[in-house]
């Protein structure tokens, strides 16, 4: 004899729990919702093992994803480093260049846009710098 539970979550049929009998015989209905009752625990069971995996793997690829975005600010760490090195130099340059031209002069004129650029990467690159700072910058190179 074959006796065949259905596995249903929410309504929705996914499996067939069978149970193979030596000789037929009849049921009781405790038996019966006894059987239906571990139908519905394995049903659960099996369901509950689906949603971790489906867990897992969202687990997974956001875990690969924050390790590629980590990658990338490291990446634009080292660029904005590497950038900022010349600039450092450009900077001490134009700072020495600033003390010695005069403010209305054809050199100060070609050399501003130069004095602007630093003034902005400044404030981009150390925005952690005190307004007052930033303004004796400006008035300096400006």
Do not use: W
């Not at 700072?95 to 100060?108: A, C, L, T, Y």
Request: glycine content about 4%; some cysteine.
């Amino acid at each position: 004899m074959i006796l065949d539970i259905p596995l249903t979550i929410r309504e929705d049929l996914f499996g067939i729990l069978r149970i193979y009998l030596s000789e037929p015989r009849k049921f009781s209905e405790e038996e019966m919702d006894l059987l239906i009752a571990i139908a519905d625990v394995c049903a659960c069971a099996i369901d509950k093992a689906r949603l971790i995996e489906e867990i897992q793997s969202r687990y997974d690829h956001l875990a690969l994803q924050t390790e590629k975005l980590s990658a990338l600010g490291r990446m634009a760490a080292g660029i904005a480093h590497e950038i900022n090195n010349p600039l450092g130099g450009i900077l001490l340059f134009s700072s020495n260049m600033r003390k010695k031209v005069p403010d209305e002069g054809k050199i100060f004129r070609k050399f501003k846009p130069v004095f602007k650029c630093l003034i902005l990467g400044s404030e981009i690159e150390f925005p952690e710098l005190k307004p007052a700072l930033l303004m004796r910058i400006r008035y300096f190179y400006l």
